[in-house]
């Protein structure tokens, strides 16, 4: 059997959020009057997203950064495809093992798109111990996790600086001013090149980088979870147990609702 389509598609709750934050800010700005030519300075942009920059490398080991930079997709987009998908594949694998057994989904193995479920069932068909079994997945759910741990410390990193970058950007602005107390126009410019700069580094942080921190963080718990239904699948399959046992034991995966769904499709004949 072919496995589950997988992709994604956008999150809405990152991306409205973001309009709205942004949104929120200027409407704010807009409201007591003031300009977007006002926070509009590049000089301060630079500072601040340069200088992050820079600070967040100086930090970070080059392979994790490039996997913060791979991972930057699950801020805007989320996996496609939902538990109970999941749930109906693994009971078609674990029907035909039990009617022809486990042997008999070595060829399906070979079409499982779900790089942890496809090893998953190509141990089970190769005769692993259980506990092996068990033990080598769950070393490999630990090292995931670890990963994107790493990973969300990237953004929680930046959060970190960018605030900070922006008071050096504010430095620098005031530095200008003292320069230039005879002129009226270069002193103007130069505070606002303070203001803005730790506007854009506080803004950064708040609004982006720290909760695409949390976004990841919050990714990784799906994606746990969704390993772990996973593999307590595959092993139900190992131990030969009713498909109808399995999917009530994965049912308490899913929400209430989603529950209540899988539910249904359990009571429906399945073909075999």
């Known amino acids: 059997m072919a496995a589950s389509e997988g992709g994604s598609r956008p999150d809405l709750a990152s991306i409205c959020g973001l309009v709205l934050a942004v949104g929120g800010i200027l409407g704010g700005l807009i409201l007591e009057k003031g300009s977007l030519r006002d926070v509009a300075q590049f000089t301060a942009a630079m500072i601040v997203v340069g200088g992050t920059l820079g600070a967040v490398m100086v930090n970070t080991p080059f392979d994790t950064l490039k996997a913060a930079a791979a991972q930057l997709k699950l801020v805007l987009f989320e996996p496609k495809q939902p538990l109970s998908g999941l749930i109906d594949e693994i009971i078609v694998y674990a029907t035909k093992a039990r009617k022809q057994g ?85 002193v103007g410019h130069g505070i606002a090149v303070a203001f803005v700069a730790t506007v854009y580094g506080v803004g950064l942080a708040n609004v982006f980088l ?31 147990a009713n498909p109808k046992l399995i999917r009530n034991k994965l049912n308490a995966y899913l929400a209430d609702g989603a529950a209540g769904q899988q539910s249904k499709r359990a009571a429906a004949p399945r073909a075999a």
């Open 102 to 186: 486990i042997v008999s989904l070595e060829s399906d193995a070979m079409n499982i798109a779900d790089p942890f479920l496809r090893k998953a069932v190509n141990l089970a068909v190769d005769g692993t111990d259980i506990d092996d079994l068990r033990a080598m997945m769950e070393l490999e759910i630990d090292l995931a996790e670890h990963s994107m741990e790493n990973v969300a410390k990237v953004f929680d990193n930046g959060g970190g600086y960018a605030p900070t970058i922006g008071i050096i950007g504010a430095v620098l602005g005031l530095i200008q001013v003292m320069k230039n107390l005879a002129n009226l126009e270069e």
């Open 210 to 240: 720290l909760p695409a921190g949390g976004k990841i963080r919050a990714r990784a718990a799906k994606d746990r979870q969704t390993r772990e239904l996973t593999l307590a699948g595959v092993i139900g399959i190992v131990e030969g």
